[in-house]
């Protein structure tokens, strides 16, 4: 009596793990899409020529927007009133630079929102930063008061001195626009800032189902 396949059942064993192994990679595909090659899609086709503002109407788009409508296309949906809130951190605070200062967990802004919120991404240190990771960060300026920016990150490097650079692909003052910046040699996420990064980990199951929002 035979025993084990023929060698036409083994060919089909065979053909069957190799499409799993296909499924399985563009599974993984859908679930971890490549943010930069998104974001500078969306820049060159739907805000292609646009400039540095807040008014969309007239071609004008600042950081946060522009990384909000990342996010809707990541969701294909628009955002919810929480997810708005917590990208744009459009919250009532009694003093911004007190906080900021503080920490205040609202100050976090895309990485709450991603993580927090949405659930799908994790958390990620400035010593970890990656390509495509999104970066929501507060600098001190001159004047004594924080400012913030949101971005993705684009490209990360040591220097000479050993400090961790990035340079940052989205919508940016000092480009007037979408662009990648380097910011004078790359920035540097260091402890001056307030830094607040993620990694998108996946797309939520109910990207087409939004959570029902707190009240």
Partial sequence: MRTGISRTQGVLLLLLIGHLLLLSVACDRKERPDILALAKRIANTRFKGYTYGDQLDKKQINCVQFVAAVVEELLHRKLTKEEYAAIYMSYEFENLDNAVSKEDDRTRGIQRCLVDVLGVAETIQRDNAAPGDFVQYWYKTSEGHWCGHVAIVNTVWQDNAGNSRV????????????????????????????VYMCRLTRISDESDNPRPQKN
């Fill in 167 to 194: 340079s940052l692909f989205g919508s940016h003052k000092s480009s007037n626009g979408i662009a990648v910046a380097s910011f004078n040699g790359g920035l540097v996420l260091d402890d001056t800032k307030k």
